[in-house]
C-alpha cells in the first residue's frame, strides 16, 4: 500500500472539469513532480492534498487514512508557497517555530528545533532578522524550514522556485533534493520548468488539460513518452512527416532516405505518419553505429561557445541539432549540403 | 444603563448559550422566529393564536440569542449579520428624515416642507450664495494647485514631501481654529482688513473653503498626475515651441480632467455644508441658514437635510462617473 | 551646476533659470502662508501673549478652570468613545466585506456609501438624528406607541446629550474606519492563512498571532485619525445642542462670537490647546501608518 494514494480524484468548477479520474500512488520518502503547463490542474491537485480545495469526487489516502473530509490544519502536511507566505510580523525564528507554538512544543525543545531547522537551511545567524530584511531566496529557504519544522509526514510545493533569479533557483533546487533525501520526507513538487521537474524528482508526473498523461522517471518521460503531448512538453523535439512504406517490417522514407525502424508500425501502407528525434541523436556528418544517413541544407549556424546550435532543412523540415565545438573544425557555411546521421532506433513514432 | 436595556441584555445572553447548547436545532429556532416576525408585522394575520405582543418582548430577546447561539459555527451568519446590522444603523437615520420631511401636513405624505423650504427667499439666497462660492473656490482651487503640482512634479520634486505635508495641515487643525486667526489677523485693524468690508469677507471665506479643500484637491490632482508622464509631454510641447501656459491649459489640464472634476466636486459638497467658518466670520451662506432653520422649525429642516444629502450623494456619484469614464479614455489611448 | 559656456546664446535666460526654478510654487506658498500657516501661528503665539503683547504662560494657566477643564474633559470622552465604537463596528463591517468573502455586489455599494457617509456630517447629519431618534423622532415615537418603552425614560437615551453626540458621529466615523481599514485587509494576504492553516492553527488562531498584529498599526493609527477628527467637529454638535453643550469646540465658538470667557487671549489659548490634542492624535496617525506600509508591502 503506497504511503500517499491518491484515487479517482475529481475536481469541477461550476460546469468546468479542472482535474479528470487523477490517479497516484507515492511511496514514503519519493520526491514526485507534478509538470505541466498552467492550467494543467497541477496546482489544484496539490492544494486538494494540502485541503484548500474540497475534491468533488475520489480519495486521498495518506498512510491508510483519508484525510479528504479534515481541515488543513488537521493533516500533518507541511507547505511552500510561490510567494513564500512568510509571516512579515514575526522574525525568521519565530516563523520557523510557528507551527511548534501551535502543537504546545515546550519552549526549549521547541527553539532547539528551529536552531536545528536554521542549520539545515545554511542561516544558522538569521534567526533574529525579519522577512522584509531578507533576499528572495533567503525567505523561500526559511519557508522551507518552517514547513519542516514540525516533521510533517509529507511536504507540497508549489512552484516554489518561480519567483527567483534563474541562479539562485539552479542552487536552491539542488538544497531542496538534499535536504528532502536528508530527512526521507514525501514530496510533491509541482512547477512548469521541466528542468527542474528532471533534475530533482524520483517519478515525474506529467499533466495536461486536469489529466495525468504520463507518470514515470524521468528517463522514461523523456525517453519514452507515451503521448504527443508529452513528448512534445519535454525537450525539444524535432517532427518529420515520413510515409509508411512497410507497415509489417516498420519501413518508412523520410524525405529520399528509407529506414527501418525497430518495431512494427501501426499504420498502413502509404499512410502519412509524424516521427519525432530529439536533437541529441542527430549527428552531423557521417558516424558509425548511425546508419541511417538524412540529406539537408544548412540553414542557420549558431555559433554559442561550447556548443553549436545548427538548423538543417531535411525534407521540409527544420531539423535542430547541437554539435560540440572542436578547434580544428569551423562549423558549416549556412547554404551547405550536408549529411546527417541518425539511428533508427532514435525516432520516436508519435501516437496521435 | 436602564433597568430595561440590562434585561434585555440579559436574555440575549441566556439565549446564545441556550443556543449553542442546542446547536442541533439551531434550524428551528430560525423556523420560529421568522414566524412570530411575520406575525408580528401582519398582525391580522392569527393573531389569537399566538400571543404577538410587545410585552412578550424579552421572550423574543431569548429567542434571538438563541439564534445567534446556534448558528455560531456559520461565518457567513456573522458576516452577513454585521453588514446588515450596519446598514440598518445607516438607513434608519436617513429614513427618518425622509419620512418625517414628509409629514408637515398633518395626517398625508407630501412634499409641502420641500415646497415651504424652495420658496423662503432666504433658502434661495444663502442657496446661490453657497453655490457660487462653491464655483470661486473650485476655480480658485484648480488655478493653484495644477500649476503648482505640476511645477512640483517637474522642477522642484525634492519640494513635494514639504508640500504633501502642507496639504495635510488643514485636516490637523480645525477649520474653527483657522477661521479664529483669520478674524483676529485680517480684522479692520490689521494690515489686510479683509473683514471690514462684505467684499473682502467674502474673498476671506472664499480663501478659508479653499484652505479646506486643499487636501483633497491637492491628492486629487497630484494622483491624476502621477499616471501620465508629465515629463515626456513637456518635452514634447516644448519643443513644438509651446510656452508654460499654453502647456498647462492645452496638455497637462485635459488630462488631469478627471482627477479635477473629482476634487472640484468633493470641493462643492464640502462648500455647500460647511458651517463654522460660514457663521463666524457672519456670511449669509447655507450652511448657517439651515442651523438657524432647525432652531425654529421642525419639518422644514428635514427636508434640508434631505437636500443636502442628496447633493452630497449627487457629488460622490458624479465622482464615480467621472473616475470611470477616465478610466475608459485612458485605456482607448 | 551646467557650464555657462555651452548656452551663450541664452545667457540672460539661463541666468534667472536658478531662482526661477522655485516661482511656479510661489503662488502656493503665498496662499498657504497668508491663509494656514500664520493665522495658526498667530494663534498659537497669541496663547502666549497677553492683552498688551507681553509673553505670558497666564492663559495657558487659565486653562484650568473647571469650564474649560470639563469642556476638554467631555470632548476627549466624546472624541475617544466615537472613535473606539467607530474603530470596532468598522472593523467588523470591513472584515465583513473582505476577509469574510461577502460578494462584490455587496462591498461596492458598502465603499460607495461609506464615501457618501464620510462627507455627510454637519448641521444636515443632526437633523437626519433628530428626525429619527430626537425626542419627536420617529423611532422615539415608533417606540412609545408600539412598545410603550419611552427612551428617556426606560432606556435613558436622550438624543441632545454627550451620548446622543457619540451616536450621531458613529454616523460619520464608521464608513471613515471603512473605506480606510479595507484597502489594509486587502494586504493580508491569502498565503498568511493557508500557511497558517497548514502549520496547524485555527481561524482565530491566525487572527490572534498573525492577522491583528499585523493590522494593529493600522487599526490605531485611524482609531488617533476617527479622533482628531471628532475632536474639532463643531456643526455637528451645534446643530444638535445648541451652544448649551459644554464641549470644547462649543466652547471656542462661543468665545470668538461673544468672548464668554473674559480675555480674547484667553481664546488662543483654548484654541492653542486644541490644536495640541489634534496635533498630536494626527502625528499618531502619521507614523503608525508608514510603520505599517512596511510590513504590507
Known sequence: MAFLDISHLEKSFGTMRVVKDFNLQIEQGEFVSLLGPSGCGKTTVL?????????????????????????????????????????????????????LGIAGVPKAEAAARVQEMLDLIGLPDLGSRYPFQLSGGQQQRVALARALAVRPRVLLLDEPLSALDAKIRVSLRTEIREIQQRLGITTIFVTHDQEEALSMSDRVVVMNGGIADQIGTPFEIYNRPTTRFVAGFVGTLNNFNAIVTDAASGGIRIGDSVLTLPQPVNAPNGAAITVALRPEAAHLGRAPGREVILNGTIAEVHFMGSVIRIKADVAGTMLSLDTFNRADTPPPPVGTATEISVSARDFIVLAD | MSGLVLWGIGMLVVGVVLGRILRPQA?????????????????????????????????????????????????????????????????????????????????????????????????????????????????????LVVPTAYWVRLKTPELRPLIEFITLLPLVIPAIVIVFGYIRLYNTSSWLPLTGTATGTNILLMFGYATLALPYMYRAVDTGLRTIDVATLTEAAQSLGASWARIIATIILPNVLGAVLSGAFLTFAIVIGEFTMAALLNRPAFGPYMQLLGVNRAYEPAALAVIAFAITWGCMGLIQLVNRFSKHSRAAS | MRKLSSLSANRLSFRINAPLRWVGVLPFFIFVGLFLILPTLYIVVGAFRTAQGDFTFDNIIALNSAVVRNAYWVSIKISVMSALIGCIVGFAMAAAITVGGLPKSVRNPLMTFSGVASNFAGVPLAFAFIATIGPAGLITLWLRTEFGIVMARDLGFNLLSTVGLIVTYLFFQIPLMILIITPALDGLKKEWREAAAILGATGPQYWLKIALPILFPSILGTFALLFANAFGAVATAFALTGPQLNIAPILLFAQIRGDVLGSPNYGYALAFGMIVITGIANTVYIVLRARSERWLK
Request: glycine share 8%; no cysteine.
Open chain 1, 47 to 99: 492544494r486538494m492534498v494540502a485541503g484548500f480545495e474540497a475534491p468533488s469526487a475520489g480519495s486521498i489516502r495518506i498512510d491508510g487514512k483519508d484525510v479528504v473530509n479534515l481541515r488543513p490544519n488537521q493533516r500533518k502536511i507541511g507547505m511552500v508557497f510561490q510567494a513564500y507566505a512568510l509571516f512579515p510580523n514575526l522574525t525568521v525564528a519565530q516563523n520557523v517555530g510557528f507551527g
Open chain 2, 27 to 143: 434550524s428551528i429556532v430560525l423556523a420560529a422566529l421568522t414566524t412570530l416576525f411575520i406575525l408580528f408585522a401582519f398582525p391580522g394575520l392569527a393573531s389569537d393564536l399566538v400571543p404577538i405582543s410587545a410585552d412578550f418582548w424579552p421572550v423574543y430577546a431569548l429567542l434571538l440569542g438563541a439564534l445567534i447561539g446556534g448558528m455560531a459555527d456559520r461565518l457567513s451568519f456573522y458576516t452577513w449579520g454585521v453588514v446588515i446590522l450596519g446598514v440598518i444603523f445607516f438607513i434608519l437615520p436617513l429614513y427618518g428624515m425622509t419620512e418625517f420631511s414628509l409629514k408637515m401636513l398633518r395626517g398625508i405624505y407630501s412634499f409641502e416642507a420641500y415646497r415651504v423650504v424652495l420658496q423662503d427667499s432666504q433658502f434661495q439666497l444663502t442657496f446661490s450664495y453657497s453655490v457660487i462660492m462653491a464655483a470661486f473656490t473650485i476655480a480658485f482651487g484648480v488655478l
